[in-house]
T-cell receptor, first 110, second 111 residues
Framework: RKEVEQDPGPFNVPEGATVAFNCTYS??????FFWYRQDCRKEPKLLMS???SGNEDGRFTAQLNRASQYISLLIRDSKLSDSATYLC???????????FGTGTRLTVIP | NAGVTQTPKFQVLKTGQSMTLQCAQD?????MYWYRQDPGMGLRLIYY???????DKGEVPNGYNVSRLNKREFSLRLESAAPSQTSVYFC??????????FGQGTRLTVV
């Protein structure tokens, strides 16, 4: 089983739609979780960290389910500018490094 | 406020040539990473360095070598480039389990 698994998509949604991405991780001891955004031909950049209690940043909500070992990202009221690839990131306990999922491609359609 | 700096940004090599990709960070991070990303695919870890003086293989280390020169710098060397190494290479750094910061990438083509 891969350390981090994501549905690659693509997700094509109309402007204004709500879209959700899930990501599962294999190591139950992982402690840090992030969502990154990557635009075409650019470097990945942090979108938001994911906290145990769940957290929200404007139209974006991230949640963590430790029992089922998955994290989610919800985007409300999608904008054209949200079109990008969203990467799920989990730390690897003890090895001091991060694992990146392969990413979920989102296209928001006018 | 440089963050993570990679050089060069673009490079074309002939099969069999060698080159070194440079990466430097000014955030006093302990860990540094080299990833490759092929078209339509996710990031794959080549090598990482958890601290100065240590390096470890990642998912796809074959054909590459690395050097953690000091806390700031982590270089990636291709000894004999092959067309299969055509890719975009990203360097990243972080400390512990905190967020990672990326360089802008090196677009390498091997012909």
């Amino acid at each position: 089983r891969k350390e981090v698994e994501q549905d690659p998509g693509p997700f094509n949604v109309p402007e204004g739609a709500t879209v959700a991405f899930n990501c599962t991780y294999s190591n139950s001891a992982s402690q840090s979780f992030f969502w990154y955004r990557q635009d075409c031909r650019k470097e990945p950049k942090l979108l938001m960290s994911v906290y145990s209690s769940g957290n929200e940043d404007g139209r974006f909500t991230a949640q963590l389910n430790r029992a089922s070992q998955y994290i989610s990202l919800l985007i409300r009221d999608s904008k054209l500018s949200d079109s990008a690839t969203y990467l799920c990131v989990v730390n690897r306990p003890g090895a001091n490094n991060l694992f990146f999922g392969t990413g979920t491609r989102l296209t928001v359609i006018p | 406020n440089a963050g993570v700096t990679q050089t060069p940004k673009f490079q074309v090599l002939k099969t069999g040539q060698s080159m070194t990709l440079q990466c430097a960070q000014d955030m006093n991070h302990n860990s540094m990473y080299w990833y490759r990303q092929d078209p339509g695919m996710g990031l794959r870890l080549i090598y990482y360095s958890a601290s100065e003086g240590t390096t470890d293989k990642g998912e796809v280390p074959n054909g590459y070598n690395v050097s953690r020169l000091n806390k700031r710098e982590f270089s990636l060397r291709l000894e004999s480039a092959a067309p299969s190494q055509t890719s975009v290479y990203f360097c990243a750094s972080n400390t512990g389990a905190a967020e990672a910061f990326f360089g802008q990438g090196t677009r390498l083509t091997v012909v």
